[in-house]
Structure formats: C-alpha cells, structure tokens
C-alpha cells in the first residue's frame, strides 16, 4: 500500500470502497514512522495501543454496516500540550516528562467521535513557547525539506510529521503563529481558527486570550473538514462561541469567492522580508486576479507595534498559566525540605531558558508600579491592532500576506538571540492579538524550500479563506 499522498477525503473514499482496513492502513504508518522518524524527530511518543483499538473500532462499524465517521481511520498525530486520557502529556517540558493526562482535551473527544486514530503526540517548543521546535526539553526535530533546518515551531512535529508523510493531518495549537509559520516552513496547510471558534479545554494554557486549536493538513480541502469538526461551543470553555459552520465550508460556491475582495497590506512588505519570499506572494496574488478575484492596497498602521504588544501581553499571560506547574500537581516531584524549596527546585529544574525568560519577564510587566505602564498600554495597543483589522474588513474581505519573513532557518542559526527568533512571528502575532481566523497554504510552483501566504479572514468567517484557499489549490 502506498501511503505517499493520502488524504482525509481519499481515505473515506478507499475505506468506503473497501479498498483496505483501517487496522491495516494504521499498521503501514506505524511500519513507516518507525522507519523515517529516526531522521526527522517529530513524535515525543507513539500510542500504537490506542490506534490499533481505535482503527479496530472503524472496521467494525464499517463491517457493522454502522457507517463511517467523517475522519474514519484517519491517522493523526496530536501536539503534545493537548490531552488524551491515559497517556503522557509533556508540553515537551522536563517538568512533565511523566505526567499522564486524566480527561481528554474537547477536541480529542470530537475527533475519537468523528472516528480518527491517534498515531501519537508531537514535539514542540517547551510549553509552545518558541519558533523552531529547538526549546523542545527532549529532542530536534528536522525539516523534512531539508533535516539542517528546522521545522519551525512551537508545532514543529505536528508540521513535520504531515509533511513527511508519516501522519495524514495533525493538531497544533497557535498563540502567535505557531500553526501558520511550521505549516509555511514545512510545505503544509495550517489553518488558526478564529478566537472562540474551537474548544480550548484540555490544552495546556499558554496566553489564554490568544491560544486557538488548529489543524495542519496536506491539502485546504482536509484543513476546511477537519475544522469543521473541531469547531463549536463547549461548556467547558467559556470563551468558545456559540456559532455553526454549514456545508459552505466543504463546497464553496465558487461564484461567492470569486466576488470576495482581497486586500493586500503595504506594512507586511517591509525590510526584512526575503526577496524571493516577496516575489512568490507576489506571484499568489497575480494567480488569485487571473481566477476574477479583485484585489486591493490597504493599510494595518499599527502593524509595526504588534511585536512589542505581543511580548508584554503574552509572557503576562504565560507568567500567570504557568504558576500552577509548582511541583506538587503536575508530573513528578524533587524532593526537598520545605514547600519554598519545593518551588524552587522543581520550577528551577523543570522549566528550561526560554519559559524562564518568559516567566520573569511576565512577572516584571504585570508587578505593581510596572502594570499600568506596560501591561494596560500593551492592551491599548491590541485593541489599536484589532480596530485597524475592524478598519480593513470595512473595504475588503479577506487579507493577504506572507506568513513569515524566510524560508527554513537553520538549526542553531538563531537560539542565541531571542529577538531574532521573536522576529519569524512579525506577520502572524497581529492576527492572534485580533482574535481573527487566517491559513497558511503553500505556493505552487515553487521548487525551493517550502513558502506559504496567510489568508486572514473576518471573525467566524474561515469560510472565505478556506473558499480561496480550495480554488487556489484547484486551478
Ligand atoms: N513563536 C511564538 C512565540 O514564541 C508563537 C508561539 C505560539 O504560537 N505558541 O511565542
């Protein structure tokens, strides 16, 4: 069996057409993983138990003639800051490295529902903080386009492991880019759902106002089917919205996205933005007018503060979530002499660098005397931020923009020097603090190394992008 090119849609197809079992196709990536993980890196831990079970369950109804979910047999691979009950959850964090999850995450209950196997869970930057999958406590994980290079990050696995063919779609979770900018390095589609859109339940908090569950895919047709079941309301999220997304997210009507907008923003075409990256956005949007979409020149003027605001708001947020890992709830205990040393130890031991830097840094803007200056006014900004998006959707509806500054970096070539790593966010951060929905999809005709434009869409509206995104793909 060939498993090279497999998607969510071929596989109902084949499954339905009793072209192979479930249990059989889920054993040939297991066979595969085995083999090309060794080079790439991208699982933490495999759950080859729960898949077999899993995959078993799909044959029976099958044979039961109970029909197939929409993600029957699909093998997937989950981030591992999202839990699955009964099996390790690490946030890539020494501090977890035996923690079990008791509950599943909403979104695993929807997927289990929907039919899907669980190949196992993904590297990431420590506690999803970071851009290259390097702040992982446990391992690299390689490019697959090219293994000296990263993946990007923090959902650097789940990007590696859909583009190496080993899993068919994947899980990652998004605060400041950290689904579009893997998907971009990677070659994959990456989609961060609008604020409220999917569940949050069950993934380990980084900044609560920004964190969004997102799937990574092989094709925007995949990503448009599997947001579909991921999204709803939960009781268990108050943030999450009561909205419903209908069949226009599977079968776009290809007369409505020809008559969208699309605008095209000057500030995210600045110094610091590869030559050759400019020229294949470029290209992206000459293809969308030769489709009969318009486009036109807008303007986001705060743009240039989002960085800055990200960093204040989000490490604040990061310093808060992050205080309940004190060494007595969480995964295994160092042992010490009092509750103070108990702090320090397990919180000194268990966090690497960067989630230290975060932690300090989170603590110093949210102190008294600090908070009014840094943390209120970054909040201003935001909301600045999220009226020039408001400002924007007046004249167009859907944005465009490169997803990241480069192609793949290089492994090391950044670890030492934090403000060049923040710098691979610069076009994906203003969406988050937006709260608004935008993809990541792969330029065609490209035969370097992997580069993706971000579609951002108007809140609750993944129809649009996901609309564009299909005929794109299609033409
Ligand atoms: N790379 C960004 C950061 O380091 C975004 C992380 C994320 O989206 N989880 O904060």
Known sequence: MDIKGLTIKKIHHDLVKKEYSAKELAKEYFDFIKK????????????????MSQAGEVDKNIAGGKGLGVLGGVPMAIKDNIL??????TAASKLLRDYKASYNATVINKLKASGAVFLGKTNMDEFAMGSSTENSAFKITHNPHDLERVP??????SAA?????????????????????????????????????????GVMAMASSLD??????????DAAILFKELSGQDIMDSTSAPVS?????????????????????????????????????NEVVKDLEKLGIKTKKISLPHTKYALFCYYIIMPAEVSSNLSRFDGIRYGTREKADNLIELYKKNRDFGFGPESKRRILLGTFVLSSGYYDAYYGR???????????????????DVILTPVTPTTAFKIGEKTD???????????????????????????????????????????????????????????
């Open 84 to 89: 699955i009950e009964g099996l390790k959850c």
């Open 212 to 221: 969004q569950i997102g799937p990574f895919t092989k094709t925007v047709e």
């Open 245 to 281: 997304y209908g069949d226009e997210l599977l079968n776009p009507k290809i007369e409505d996205i020809k008559k969208l907008t699309v605008g095209i923003p000057e500030e995210y075409f600045v110094d610091g933005l590869d030559k050759n990256v400019a020229n294949k956005i």
């Open 378 to 396: 970054a909040q201003k900004v935001r909301a600045l931020i999220k009226q020039d998006f408001d400002e924007a959707f007046k004249k167009v």
């Open 152 to 157: 990007g990050g923090s959902s650097g696995g």
């Open 417 to 475: 020097d934090p403000l060049a790593m923040y710098l691979s966010d610069i076009f994906t951060i203003p969406v988050n603090l937006a709260g608004v929905p935008a993809i990541s999809i792969p330029v065609k005709n490209n035969t370097g190394l992997p580069i993706g434009f971000q579609l951002i869409g108007k809140h609750f509206r993944e129809a649009d992008i996901l609309g564009i995104g299909q005929l794109y793909e299609k033409m």
């Open 161 to 201: 492991a859909v583009a190496s063919e080993m899993a068919v779609a994947a899980l990652g979770s998004d605060t400041g880019g950290s689904i579009r900018q893997p998907a971009a390095f990677c070659g994959t589609v990456g989609l961060k759902p609008t604020y409220g859109a999917v569940s949050r339940y």
């Open 36 to 51: 090309e993980d060794e080079k790439i890196g991208a699982f933490l831990s495999l759950s080859e138990e729960m898949a």
